[in-house]
C-alpha cells in the first residue's frame, strides 16, 4: 500500500495547492478546492495511481499537462 500526502499531485509529486487539505492543515474553513471546477482529461486522470482516485488533487500543471502535449 502506498503512503499518500494529500499536499502533493500523485502524479508528480510536487505540490497541489489543495485547499482541503490546506483548510484540514490550518483548522480553517474551506468547503471547494480549485480542482471541483477544473476539467481534467480522462487521460490525466489515468495516470493517478489507484490508491489516491478520489482522495488527492493532481496539481494545476498536470491537471493541463496532457491538453498541453497534444495541442502544439
Given at each position: 500500500?502506498?503512503?499518500?500526502?494529500?499536499?502533493?499531485?500523485?502524479?508528480?509529486?510536487?505540490?497541489?495547492?489543495?485547499a482541503?487539505?490546506?483548510?484540514?492543515?490550518?483548522?480553517?474553513?474551506?468547503?471547494?478546492?480549485?480542482?471541483?471546477?477544473?476539467?481534467?482529461?480522462?487521460?490525466?486522470?489515468?495516470?493517478?495511481?489507484?490508491?489516491?482516485?478520489?482522495?488527492?488533487?493532481?496539481?494545476?500543471?498536470?491537471?493541463g499537462?496532457?491538453?498541453?502535449?497534444?495541442?502544439?
Open positions: 500500500m502506498m503512503t499518500i500526502d494529500l499536499a502533493l499531485c500523485p502524479i508528480c509529486k510536487n505540490p497541489n495547492a489543495c482541503i487539505e490546506r483548510a484540514r492543515v490550518t483548522g480553517n474553513n474551506a468547503e471547494r478546492c480549485w480542482c471541483f471546477d477544473a476539467d481534467i482529461s480522462e487521460e490525466v486522470l489515468d495516470q493517478v495511481p489507484d490508491e489516491a482516485k478520489g482522495v488527492s488533487c493532481v496539481c494545476g500543471k498536470c491537471a499537462s496532457y491538453t498541453e502535449q497534444v495541442n502544439f
